[in-house]
């Protein structure tokens, strides 16, 4: 190596290793951020360069959040099912949709419905709606937010638009599909037991549970409405997310965006 120098070849800057006591505080304050509590090594690596402009060896951050007890048990999931139905694949934002919904409940028990409609390219949170019913109305006020929102107010704007949900009884109601008809808005339906045909969705709904609903306890409707506001700006415009590479979907329906005008 000292050869190659003295020929006038530049070494290659070092990386920070285990022993950096900056590097570990850094790790540390990030790991400690409310929102950032169950982020695994890859995003904690990502956000090191994004915030700090550290680059840093994947293995020394998983390293150092073990022996900093900050690393988060793996996750173990059941084999994936074959789809019945092909996975959409957008090329373009508000081109394919999916719909589905949660519920948890208030501090008293009050059962609370969370319906989610997220964009399958950006992964963009479109639209939503919370109410302690879950009928038609609910699920056609979280479809509504999200069109009228995106700016898709016409019967062609609308034309190149799917929204896939479960065989529920209220996407499958005469109700739904008539708002569906009236906007110009084509549907689809998973496959019976088929949860994957839908897996956009129904990720995001276990990130906003594991995020935000499953460690906080609501007393009222108010105050898990303003919770999951407040959640659904920051997902949209702060979160990144591995499968944007480390973009958050705002950033990358804006780039989109911007890129068809280039």
């Known amino acids: 190596m000292g050869e190659a120098f003295a020929r006038g070849f530049p070494l290659a800057p070092s990386m920070p290793g285990l022993g950096d006591a900056s590097l570990r505080r850094k790790i540390k304050t990030l790991c400690d951020q409310e929102r950032h509590q ?14 700090y402009g550290i680059v840093v060896n994947r293995k020394t951050v998983a390293r150092i959040m073990r022996e900093e007890g ?7 999931f059941k084999p994936s099912r074959p789809p019945h139905v092909a996975k959409m694949r957008p090329t ?53 937010m999200a069109l009228d929102d995106q700016g898709i107010v016409t019967r062609e704007d609308a034309a190149r638009l799917t929204v896939r949900s479960d065989n529920g009884a209220q996407p499958c109601s005469k109700r739904f599909v008539a708002f569906l ?30 995020e935000e609903i499953w460690p906080t306890v609501y007393d009222t409707w108010s105050e898990a409405h303003g919770a999951l506001d407040a959640y659904v700006r920051w997902y949209n415009e702060e979160r ?21 005008a280039a």
């Open 38 to 51: 169950r982020y695994g090594h890859r995003r904690i690596r990502a956000l090191l360069r994004r915030r």
């Open 70 to 76: 900050l690393a988060q048990p793996k996750l173990r």
């Open 92 to 144: 373009a934002p508000n081109e394919a949709w999916q719909i589905d919904m949660t519920s948890f409940a208030l501090s008293d028990l009050t059962p609370l419905y969370l319906i989610v409609v997220i964009d399958a390219l950006t992964r963009k949170l479109v639209g939503w709606s919370l109410d302690r019913r879950c009928r038609a109305s609910e699920w056609i006020a979280a479809l509504r």
């Open 181 to 210: 008809g009236s906007r110009g808005v084509r549907g689809q339906y998973t496959g019976y037991d088929a949860p994957d045909d839908n897996a956009f969705v129904e990720r995001v709904i276990r990130t906003i549970k594991e």
């Open 240 to 260: 990144i997310h591995s499968a944007l590479d480390y973009r958050t979907p705002s950033e990358a329906e804006d780039e989109w965006f911007k890129q068809k």
